[in-house]
């Protein structure tokens, strides 16, 4: 006998992860469970789940598990159908076809355009199918379709009727709850799955309902009648002949190659590429060319290459503007095809990271376009492949701490002032349970969040990973309409779903840089080098500007963390910066300063083992990429290049933590047995540790370092174009007033929005002015600010703002918009804005006397309007009102110049960067870079500040703060409290 499993993919019902459902199926005596839900979305989750339970064992050296040898896993649905419930479980690859295809167009049904050859849904063929109900299973036998009843235990008299009839009965026992807390979480998520609250919720089950030991359920059926039982052995054993498609690898040709040998068309086309790219074609350039061609070949992927190759080229032309990172961009191959923009060869970086003989999953490329052509490109894919070849991926968003608070508080009917309540404990941070915990009112939300927490909760979209299949979609996957997203579709199934069935993801993403770096170059014209790669590598200005950290602004190296980490080590060259730019993790600052005081000479490094020596040198022993995960495991412990790539996969997952003890001890078995110092061991591993969360392969970083380069070249030799571009794009680590004011720190005169001079994005006025662009004025409307900017191009300037009242027709709102912005300032005497706000409506009644509009009145209209102000700094604007605050931020540079730190300073200032981090006590501490007219000061606020402000800093917050200067490692820190 099998079970069916209900998980927590079945929204607003299920009640068990994926996990916990295969542990209930085994503890109830089950060898077979059926994955039951609403569509297809749980089942490569249940089957990692499972596999993890065979290799955990492996991981530590032990024999299969005999409590799980022999478990296996199916795949069924259930759907509706003219109003009756079923479930169908596929027997054949066609009959998961058509189950997929009943999914798909049901999902797709009143959506346009339509999918081409989906059809209507229809209960699918080559499926065994369960009417849920006598009534539905008759709907089966009137169409010609056949069908069992699934027996179930409140209707065990439909049972008897219909084997009385003659009719087929099952009897496989559903899993939906186990206990009456699982019944109490069923109805928590029918109420949140409705927006409704408890009390009005009912529950779709019924305590009779509850999951019994496998041996008390066969003991209620067959009702005396064998029959049931044959019945469902026969599905069992119908079932169990097939095994769904998995793991192999699933790549549509590209367009036009039907019929063509792919493997000679890739040389030819990388032969000529390579010739492109490198003046002299030396023999080690050669030889890796043919070792990557012949790799390819052997895995039968030159289809892959040339897919993403024919992509790029139908959605930009020749010569797009792209950055091809991740692992792919380690291959010479897409070098040459003009998929990435840096040279591996030259660069180091390691093809085995992208692809191996032993790798089972498919190769990654990431391909970044402008932000703003990106959905261009995608909608481009669709419409070249057919939308029944392609879907974007979706993503599995999970309940978090403060999500699940949220959500059953809700549900509990608590109002929106305790809501805000739990939203200020548990905001941004994972340990807000417990904070809450305070409150004894909360006991029973707390109770259902904390089990609610790591359930599936909904569907969205992966940023940018396509898939494209050979035939139609639905012979491989189900799909579905993506959420607010016309004309897309989403599989079911998240990224490791899609890459463990076999289907290759591409990743067609967004980058704002790469429009920032457009635009400038659009705007600089000749002005521009012939090759601006390789000539901002080798500039001295640009690398003098990114050894002093001055890269605001500058993509990918303008955080804090890392500008500081330019400072302390005062080198701006390419490698430099491909080495900070993936140092730069969470985990990872304990190893940040010994690398820092490693390159200063500060600290001598001698390496524990020779291994370090010879693969870590250039970054003085410390692990920086992904590959150094891989290169230590494969040289300490001895594993193979595919055992050190699933660890390097592990330390990126959410899951990490309770698999990682399993990878730990077989590493320090394999470096045990190969006589590795014990110190060594430990070393590498807490190396190796400060991996997770997330890291980079040197690939990505290398070519996010090119970008960087190009960036940072146009703010040394443009800054004015630089900033109009940056804030543009609104692309970067800070609020748009913050670039204004590393702008006039770059002396800079910054211009406000103006009804003749400004165009939509911010602009350039020569080389030392910065006008702030139409598009910053908030509450104007779009339509009104475009019909301006056209009528001004057509018939000149304004006059005045009669004229421009005159000439286009502007709401109340866009006008007045308009005028608190500072917009129509040239018409106002000694920029009083009230008198213009007057003549919006015909002027200034007689007996009014309005009152001017001062320079601290513009600063608040600017700041309400535009988010940021022109004449008075929003501190200053503070500090005037408010008192206080004799000091100021530039007073922290003075212990750059000699005086003795611990100094007190208070000042009022603008929050424009924070990032919160948790002590290794669990307690929360934040880094935040202040800013007031006379600078930028960079500071900590350590647990007990946080305690006693109960709130941390938030970007846009003007604040007063006081603290102490420090100096670490040559830098000026202010300590705040």
């Keep these: 006998m099998f079970a069916l499993g209900i998980s927590d993919f079945s929204v607003g019902e299920g009640v068990y992860p994926a996990k916990q459902l295969l542990s209930l199926a085994r503890q109830l005596g089950y060898r077979d469970l059926v994955c039951w839900d609403r569509g297809v979305a749980g089942y490569p989750k249940l089957r990692a789940e499972l596999a993890w339970i065979h290799e955990a064992r492996r991981l530590e050296g032990l024999p299969p598990d005999p409590r799980w040898t022999g478990f296996r896993l199916h795949l069924g649905s259930r759907f509706t159908w003219r109003g009756h419930g079923y479930g169908a479980l596929p027997f054949t690859d066609?009959?998961?076809?058509?189950?997929?295809?009943?999914?798909?167009?049901?999902?797709?049904?009143?959506?346009?355009?339509?999918?081409?050859?989906?059809?209507?849904?229809?209960?699918?063929?080559?499926?065994?199918?369960?009417?849920?109900?006598?009534?539905?299973?008759?709907?089966?036998?009137?169409?010609?379709?056949?069908?069992?009843?699934?027996?179930?235990?409140?209707?065990?008299?439909?049972?008897?009727?219909?084997?009385?009839?003659?009719?087929?009965?099952?009897?496989?026992?559903?899993?939906?709850?186990?206990?009456?807390?699982?019944?109490?979480?069923?109805?928590?998520?029918?109420?949140?799955?409705?927006?409704?609250?408890?009390?009005?919720?009912?529950?779709?089950?019924?305590?009779a309902e509850a999951a019994v030991p496998r041996a008390d359920w066969e003991a209620r059926f067959p009702f005396c009648e064998p029959a049931v039982?044959?019945?469902?052995?026969?599905?069992?054993?119908?079932?169990?002949?097939?095994?769904?498609?998995?793991?192999?690898?699933?790549?549509?040709?590209?367009?036009?190659?039907?019929?063509?040998?792919?493997?000679?068309?890739?040389?030819?086309?990388?032969?000529?590429?390579?010739?492109?790219?490198?003046?002299v074609v030396r023999g080690d350039i050669l030889a890796r060319m043919e070792r990557e061609l012949d790799l390819i070949s052997e895995l039968t992927f030159a289809r892959y290459f040339l897919l993403v190759e024919d992509i790029v080229q139908a959605a930009q032309g020749a010569m797009p503007r792209i950055c091809g990172r991740g692992s792919g961009a380690a291959s010479l191959v897409s070098y040459a095809l003009g998929l990435s923009n840096v040279d591996p060869v030259a660069t180091n970086l390691m093809f085995e990271r992208f692809l191996t003989k032993e790798r089972k999953d498919p190769p990654d490329m990431d391909i970044d376009f402008a932000w703003d052509e990106r959905e261009d490109v995608i909608q481009s894919v669709f419409e070249r492949y057919g939308r029944h070849r392609v879907a974007m991926v979706a993503n599995h968003t999970f309940f978090k701490a403060k999500g699940a608070l949220r959500a059953v508080a809700q549900a509990h009917g608590r109002p929106d002032s305790e809501l805000k309540q739990l939203a200020r404990y548990v905001r941004g941070w994972e340990g807000g349970l417990d904070r809450a915990a305070e409150n004894p009112a909360w006991d029973i939300v707390l109770r259902q969040a904390s089990a609610l927490r790591g359930h599936f909760h909904q569907f969205s979209v992966h940023p940018g990973g396509t898939v494209i299949t050979p035939g139609p979609f639905w012979e491989h996957a189900a799909f579905q309409p993506a959420p607010a997203k016309e004309g897309v579709s989403t599989t079911t199934w998240d990224k490791d779903g899609v890459e463990n069935y076999g289907l290759v993801k591409i990743d067609l993403l967004g980058?704002?840089?790469?429009?920032?770096?457009?635009?400038?170059?659009?705007?600089?014209?000749?002005?521009?080098?012939?090759?601006?790669?390789?000539?901002?590598?080798?500039?001295?200005?640009?690398?003098?500007?990114?050894?002093?950290?001055?890269?605001?602004?500058?993509?990918?190296?303008?955080?804090?963390?890392?500008?500081?980490?330019?400072?302390?080590?005062?080198?701006?060259?390419?490698?430099?910066?491909?080495?900070?730019?993936?140092?730069?993790?969470?985990?990872?600052?304990?190893?940040?300063?010994?690398?820092?005081?490693?390159?200063?000479?500060?600290?001598?490094?001698?390496?524990?083992?020779?291994?370090?020596?010879?693969l870590l040198s250039e970054s003085y022993g410390v692990l920086v990429y992904q590959e150094d995960v891989i290169k230590v495991c494969v040289e300490l412990a001895g594993w193979s290049h595919f055992e050190a790539d699933q660890l390097r996969k592990l330390l990126g997952k959410p899951d990490c933590e309770g698999k990682l003890p399993y990878f730990e001890a077989r590493f320090r078995s394999g470096c045990g047995s190969r006589a590795v110092r014990q110190a060594t061991v430990d070393e590498a591993w807490d190396m190796i540790r400060t991996f997770q969360g997330y890291s980079f392969c040197k690939p990505h970083s290398a070519s996010y370092a090119q970008v960087s380069f190009e960036s940072a070249w146009i703010k040394a030799h443009h800054p004015a174009v630089f900033f109009a571009s940056v804030i543009t794009?609104?692309?970067?680590?800070?609020?748009?007033?913050?670039?204004?004011?590393?702008?006039?720190?770059?002396?800079?005169?910054?211009?406000?929005?103006?009804?003749?001079?400004?165009?939509?994005?911010?602009?350039?006025?020569?080389?030392?002015?910065?006008?702030?662009?139409?598009?910053?004025?908030?509450?104007?409307?779009?339509?009104?600010?475009?019909?301006?900017?056209?009528?001004?191009?057509?018939?000149?300037?304004?006059?005045?703002?009669?004229?421009?009242?005159?000439?286009?027709?502007?709401?109340?709102?866009?006008?007045?918009?308009?005028?608190?912005?500072?917009?129509?300032?040239?018409?106002?005497?000694?920029?009083?804005?009230?008198?213009?706000?007057?003549?919006?409506?015909?002027?200034?009644?007689?007996?009014?006397?309005?009152?001017?509009?001062?320079?601290?009145?513009?600063?608040?209209?600017?700041?309400?309007?535009?988010?940021?102000?022109?004449?008075?700094?929003?501190?200053?604007?503070?500090?005037?009102?408010?008192?206080?605050?004799?000091?100021?931020?530039?007073?922290?540079?003075?212990?750059?110049?000699?005086?003795?730190?611990?100094?007190?300073?208070?000042?009022?200032?603008?929050?424009?960067?924070?990032?919160?981090?948790?002590?290794?006590?669990?307690?929360?501490?934040?880094?935040?870079?202040?800013?007031?007219?006379?600078?930028?000061?960079?500071?900590?606020?350590?647990?007990?500040?946080?305690?006693?402000?109960?709130?941390?800093?938030?970007?846009?917050?003007?604040?007063?703060?006081?603290?102490?200067?420090?100096?670490?490692?040559?830098?000026?820190?202010?300590?705040?409290?």
């Design 729 to 977: 794009n609104q692309g970067g680590y800070y609020p748009a007033i913050a670039y204004l004011g590393d702008a006039r720190r770059h002396r800079l005169v910054v211009r406000g929005p103006d009804a003749n001079a400004s165009a939509w994005p911010f602009s350039a006025e020569g080389e030392q002015a910065l006008r702030v662009g139409l598009m910053q004025v908030q509450g104007a409307l779009a339509k009104e600010v475009e019909a301006l900017l056209e009528n001004r191009d057509k018939q000149g300037p304004f006059a005045d703002l009669d004229d421009l009242l005159g000439r286009v027709k502007l709401s109340v709102t866009t006008a007045e918009a308009l005028c608190a912005a500072g917009a129509f300032d040239r018409w106002a005497p000694d920029g009083d804005r009230t008198r213009l706000m007057w003549a919006r409506l015909g002027g200034v009644p007689p007996g009014v006397r309005p009152r001017p509009t001062d320079a601290f009145d513009r600063a608040d209209l600017e700041m309400q309007i535009m988010g940021l102000t022109l004449e008075i700094h929003p501190a200053a604007l503070a500090r005037v009102r408010k008192g206080g605050g004799p000091d100021r931020a530039a007073d922290l540079a003075k212990v750059l110049a000699g005086e003795k730190p611990g100094r007190r300073l208070r000042f009022w200032a603008l929050v424009v960067a924070d990032k919160e981090v948790a002590t290794e006590k669990g307690e929360r501490m934040q880094f935040v870079t202040f800013e007031d007219d006379t600078g930028l000061c960079e500071a900590v606020a350590f647990p007990d500040t946080i305690r006693r402000r109960q709130r941390p800093f938030r970007v846009g917050d003007v604040v007063p703060i006081s603290g102490q200067t420090t100096l670490q490692d040559g830098l000026a820190v202010f300590e705040v409290g």
């Design 94 to 207: 066609a009959g998961y076809a058509a189950l997929n295809r009943l999914l798909s167009a049901q999902a797709h049904l009143d959506h346009d355009p339509p999918i081409p050859g989906l059809g209507a849904p229809e209960p699918p063929q080559d499926c065994v199918l369960l009417a849920e109900d006598l009534a539905g299973l008759d709907a089966l036998l009137r169409e010609g379709l056949y069908g069992a009843l699934l027996a179930h235990p409140r209707r065990a008299q439909e049972a008897r009727k219909a084997l009385a009839a003659g009719l087929e009965v099952v009897a496989p026992q559903v899993l939906r709850f186990r206990t009456a807390e699982g019944l109490e979480m069923h109805r928590l998520k029918r109420a949140i799955e409705a927006q409704a609250t408890l009390i009005r919720t009912k529950a779709l089950w019924d305590p």
């Design 511 to 614: 980058n704002r840089s790469l429009a920032v770096i457009r635009d400038a170059y659009a705007v600089l014209g000749d002005a521009v080098p012939a090759d601006p790669g390789t000539h901002s590598r080798k500039d001295p200005d640009t690398q003098a500007l990114l050894a002093r950290g001055d890269s605001i602004g500058v993509f990918y190296v303008e955080s804090p963390a890392t500008r500081q980490l330019q400072q302390r080590v005062q080198k701006g060259d390419f490698e430099t910066l491909v080495i900070h730019s993936s140092l730069i993790r969470p985990a990872a600052y304990r190893w940040v300063d010994r690398y820092v005081k490693r390159s200063r000479g500060e600290e001598a490094w001698e390496p524990s083992d020779p291994v370090f020596n010879q």
């Design 229 to 279: 039982e044959r019945a469902t052995a026969a599905v069992l054993e119908r079932i169990s002949g097939w095994n769904i498609h998995w793991g192999e690898w699933v790549l549509a040709n590209p367009l036009g190659c039907k019929g063509a040998d792919l493997d000679a068309l890739l040389r030819e086309k990388v032969r000529a590429g390579v010739a492109r790219r490198f003046p």
